[in-house]
Every structure is written in structure tokens, then in C-alpha cells.
């Protein structure tokens, strides 16, 4: 029986590439937030997770929060984001970057009348469509049990900063 060799100098080149297009990706409305998957954990192989989020007019996408095992990047595309970061708050207009490297406390929200639309992007991924979809099933129920949130949180990388102010909702 021969031996089958292997090439230790060339590279075995695939087509993998992934084109999602406007108004495609699978989309959960979380009452009045829209996430939109455009890359998945599954597609990337947990490396990356790419998210449309659109937020109305005085809506909160997340209450300060951190993660110790992935970093969260935010491309503003329309509107003007609310930042959190640590102790500073930031007006972020469209084409602004925020990356947000683990261990560092932020939120964001949306404090304008107009529609805010952003991408989210997590690296890696840690199966983030599990915590959306968590999310959605969480926000279907009234009232919303702090537990499960606490526990969705942490399952998928999320630690609030102050477990009594946690829930997404204005006061």
C-alpha cells in the first residue's frame, strides 16, 4: 500500500466566500430592536460574528456590561449611537468606529428621535445568535425575569456591571 505524501509547500485553496447582501440574513425583532445575521458563528467557525441592529428613536441596545473572552466592535451607519465606555459617554455619528477590547465596561442606547442602524461585530463570535435568540424569547415575557437575563448574560460571555440596573428598558 503507498503512502499518500503530504505538500507541506503549497496551499490548498477553497471558494468559502460568503456574499450577503442588503436586506438578506435571517432577522429576530427583540420588541422594537431588528438584528439581522449576516455572519454567523456557523459560517465563520466561531471566529466572527457580523449584526445589522437598528434601534428606534430613545431605545437601549444593552446597560453597561463587559466580556472577558471576546471584543465587540460598532460601525455606526445612520444616526447618532450613545456610547458608554468605561466611565465616558460618546455621541458616535455615522462612520464612526468604537472597538471595545474585553474587559471593558459598555453599553450603548439610542437617546435621539431618529432611527439609529449599526453593525455589530463580535471576535470571536462565541455563538452570539444563541444569545440573540435567547434575547428574543426573554423579551417576549411580561414581566421580563431578571434571572434568565442574568443567566442568557453569562452563558454567551456577559457580565453586567450592576446586576440590579441590568435590563434594556428606560426607567
Known amino acids: 500500500m503507498e503512502a499518500i505524501k503530504a505538500n507541506y509547500f503549497e496551499d490548498q485553496l477553497e471558494d468559502n466566500a460568503s456574499i450577503i447582501r442588503p436586506n438578506e440574513g435571517e432577522t429576530l425583532e427583540l420588541n422594537t430592536i431588528a438584528i439581522t445575521f449576516k455572519v454567523t458563528s456557523e459560517m ?26 471576546m471584543d465587540e466592535t460598532f460601525v455606526v451607519n445612520q444616526g447618532i449611537l450613545t456610547i458608554e465606555a468605561a ?9 464612526t468606529v468604537v472597538y471595545v477590547p474585553r474587559f471593558t465596561p459598555h453599553g450603548f ?33 411580561v414581566p421580563i425575569n431578571p434571572e434568565k437575563y442574568l443567566q442568557l448574560y453569562n452563558k454567551y460571555d456577559s457580565f453586567p456591571v450592576n446586576t440590579s440596573n441590568m435590563i434594556p428598558i428606560r426607567e
Open 44 to 69: 465563520s467557525n466561531d471566529q466572527l460574528g457580523v449584526y445589522e441592529i437598528s434601534l428606534p428613536s430613545m431605545c437601549i441596545g444593552a446597560k453597561l456590561h463587559y466580556h472577558r473572552f
Open 109 to 141: 442606547r439610542n437617546d435621539t428621535d431618529e432611527m439609529v442602524k449599526l453593525t455589530l461585530i463580535f471576535n470571536p463570535s462565541q455563538k452570539r445568535e444563541g444569545f440573540f435568540r435567547g434575547l428574543h424569547e426573554t423579551f417576549n415575557e
Open 87 to 95: 466611565d465616558k459617554v460618546y455621541g458616535a455619528k455615522p462612520g
